[in-house]
């Protein structure tokens, strides 16, 4: 797509808060702001607002007075309202309006990890065993050994994640499980936890995936911490976790190796409906490989592991930026 003078809408969110991962996403608009700039685009901000909603019709018509090029989404919903990402995607697709990143569908989906758990299990995908507990009874049917990991079923960006989410006694369940119920009504994952290297695969494309980048997180180095990324971890630059737990994006790999997680996880990704950009958590055991997560909408921010692994494999902040707007969904306009 050529980019000179041509409009680019770049979509985030406009909910005042201190959270931050929220903040990042508009540390983010202003690191795309610069580099699409420097393309030639002409970028504009454009913020969403929780009021946009209550007249969706409204919000489709401020985007199509506006008619950009591309829309550039990097809204992912609001504080304790993640589902309004999946909501702001469906109106793109309404207006017709190319936009960067994955479907309304996709984003729908990823955002009730039990049921991606169910669409990779069909598909011969192995993932952690366990269930959905919507209700404290529910833990009254588990049968899994410890030790199991605790997640909320619908959130993403680490959200709900802390130090107690790794469970190594059964008796200790019972009160966590109940304890986050309270937090997310909306129930919890309780899966047997993976040990092992944790691998991150950053991908895009829109039929054909390309490999970003890959690195891995090797919590043996790191006996003093706890063996997976927490929110605090993943987002709070001045804690200690978030100095130790830093990926190693050059590591050696073993072609074979390398060739079977990134078959996992571009068929993960295919069966999910992925496109644009994502990223595919995977775990190593006994070398088997398990997939944790499929993040249809990761921190694309300039400092962020998707972009570490990106430059890592000989890209520019910029030549990245130019491939999320060629892998877009919809009909760009020239």
């Not at 955002?111 to 404290?136: A, E, F, H, T």
């Not at 006694?169 to 290297?197: C, N, S």
């Amino acid at each position: 797509m050529k980019l000179k003078k041509k409009t680019i809408l770049i979509a985030v969110s406009g909910q005042e808060t201190g959270k931050k991962d929220a903040l990042d996403a508009l540390c983010c608009m202003d690191a795309f702001r610069r580099g699409l700039l420097h393309l030639g685009a002409i970028p504009e901000p454009f913020y969403v607002r929780e009021v946009d909603f209550l007249q969706p019709k409204a919000l489709l018509k401020k985007i199509l007075e506006l008619n950009p090029a591309v829309v550039f989404n990097l809204f992912e919903g609001f504080v304790g309202d993640s589902q309004k990402e999946v909501e702001f995607a469906s109106i793109l697709e309404q207006s017709g309006i190319c936009f960067t990143g994955n479907s309304a569908q996709t984003l729908k989906i990823c955002l009730n990890k039990q049921k991606v758990k169910n669409i990779l299990s069909k598909g011969n995908i192995s993932i952690p065993q366990g269930c959905l507990v919507r209700k404290i009874e529910d833990l009254e049917t588990l049968r899994i050994n410890t030790p199991v990991f605790i997640k909320p079923c619908c959130e993403d960006a680490s959200i709900g994640i802390d130090h107690g989410s790794l469970v190594w006694e059964k008796q200790k369940l019972h009160d966590f499980v109940k304890t986050k119920l309270r937090e997310f009504p909306a129930g919890v994952i309780v899966e047997d936890f993976i040990e092992g290297k944790e691998y991150s695969l950053g991908f895009l494309g829109r039929e054909k995936f390309e490999l970003m980048g890959i690195s891995e997180m090797d919590y043996g180095l790191h006996a003093d911490c706890v063996p997976f990324l927490s929110y605090k971890a993943k987002w709070d630059t001045g804690s200690e976790l978030f100095k130790k737990l830093m990926p190693d994006y050059n590591i050696k790999i073993f072609p074979q190796q390398k060739r079977k997680m990134v078959m996992i996880a571009m068929k993960s990704a295919a069966l999910l409906g992925c496109r644009g950009y994502f990223r595919v958590d995977l775990r190593e055991r006994e070398g088997a490989f398990f997939v944790l997560d499929v993040n249809p909408n990761p921190d694309i921010n300039i400092d962020s592991g998707f972009m570490k692994q990106s430059k890592n494999s000989g890209y520019s902040f910029e030549s990245v930026i130019k491939k999320i707007l060629n892998a877009a969904y919809g009909p760009l306009k020239e």
